[in-house]
């Protein structure tokens, strides 16, 4: 889920995004000036009113952009991150064939299976942080002559939440469950 993208000989190409001042030039001869400040500062070539027909903000400019092969304190940074989340990735996998074994095992209700599915949504959680901490590490390690910012593929954090809390809940359901398994078992 990352936006790292493996390519050649061991170039890496990472997405990125503008930061301003920057120009945006057209086709033809005109153009717009984004400020420091993140708003348009002067067009060039557009009649009064008619950049409010293209733009309802200042435009945001993305670019991919190569590291180069010394630049190895990002590839560290790059490297860290995928590592991280693939032991994350790792560590859910295990979670989820533990709970399906136990389910193919006819005990769906194991109480271990409450805190795997705990596990499951702090591994959720855990990714979204590594994602937010490697693109603001990597913004700031990046050796590039133009001012940017590392922009990696990932949600917004309501739906990292929503899966959180979704399997949250689905350890409450599976603890009452096994709650209710074992007073069935003691009764009888």
Do not use: H, K
Not at 18 to 27: C, N, Q, R
Not at 101 to 107: N, T
Not at 126 to 136: D, I, K, N, Q, T
């Amino acid at each position: 889920m990352c936006a790292v993208v493996l390519s050649g000989r061991g170039s890496v190409t990472i997405s990125s995004v503008l930061d301003a001042p920057y120009t945006v030039g057209f086709e033809d001869d005109r153009s717009i000036t984004v400020g420091a400040a993140g708003s348009v500062t002067a067009y060039t070539n557009l009649e009064i009113g008619e950049e409010s027909r293209y733009f309802d903000a200042a435009p945001t400019v993305t670019a991919p952009i190569l590291l180069d092969r010394e630049d190895t304190d990002s590839r560290i940074v790059g490297v860290l991150g995928v590592l991280s989340l693939l032991a994350l990735a790792w560590v859910a996998l295990l979670q989820l064939r533990r709970i399906v074994r136990s389910a193919r095992d006819g005990d769906p209700f194991d109480p271990r299976n409450v805190a795997r599915f705990r596990w499951l949504a702090a591994t959720v959680l855990v990714a979204r942080l590594v994602l937010e901490a490697g693109e603001r590490i990597l913004t700031r390690t990046l050796d590039v002559d133009i001012p940017v910012e590392a922009s990696l593929a990932q949600t917004g954090w309501l739906p990292v939440f929503g899966a959180a809390l979704g399997l949250l809940a689905l350890s409450e359901i599976f603890r009452a469950g096994s709650e209710l398994r074992a007073f069935e078992q003691e009764t009888v």
